[in-house]
Nanobody
């Protein structure tokens, strides 16, 4: 059982930056691939970014490639999402997720591959 706690959401103007952080409980953080998903108002949750257990592989949805960076610090049970050049279309609730159903050095883009989820952090980007 893993508990995930998110922080760092907020309100920014278009073109600004935010950094989301997610900390995990327990001693097995390094055995999980970590992902970030977002849910737009009135829509279903979608993949944003993921990072493999040892941080050797990363993946992003095309719309954030080059603007967002996912990273992790296994010694601190932490995964982060640095979001630059934010757009109003990035406005959503962002969720971190942990999953063990991945091969080493792989990442997943499907929400059903992740078994633990954070509570969500609101990110709002004004025009």
């Amino acid at each position: 059982q893993v508990q995930l706690v998110e922080s760092g959401g907020g309100l920014v103007q278009a073109g600004g930056s935010l950094r989301l952080s997610c900390t995990a409980s327990g001693r097995t953080f390094g055995t999980y691939a970590m992902g970030w998903f977002r849910q737009f108002a009135g829509k279903e949750r979608e993949f944003v970014a993921a990072i493999s257990r040892g941080a050797s592989h990363r993946g992003y949805i095309d719309s954030v490639e080059g603007r967002f960076t996912i990273s992790r610090d296994n010694a601190r049970n932490l995964v982060a999402l640095q979001m630059n050049s934010l757009k109003p279309d990035d406005t959503a609730v962002y969720y971190c997720a942990a999953g063990r159903t991945f091969l080493p050095d792989t990442v997943g883009r499907e929400a059903n591959l992740y078994e633990y989820w954070g509570q969500g952090a609101q990110v709002t980007v004004s025009p």
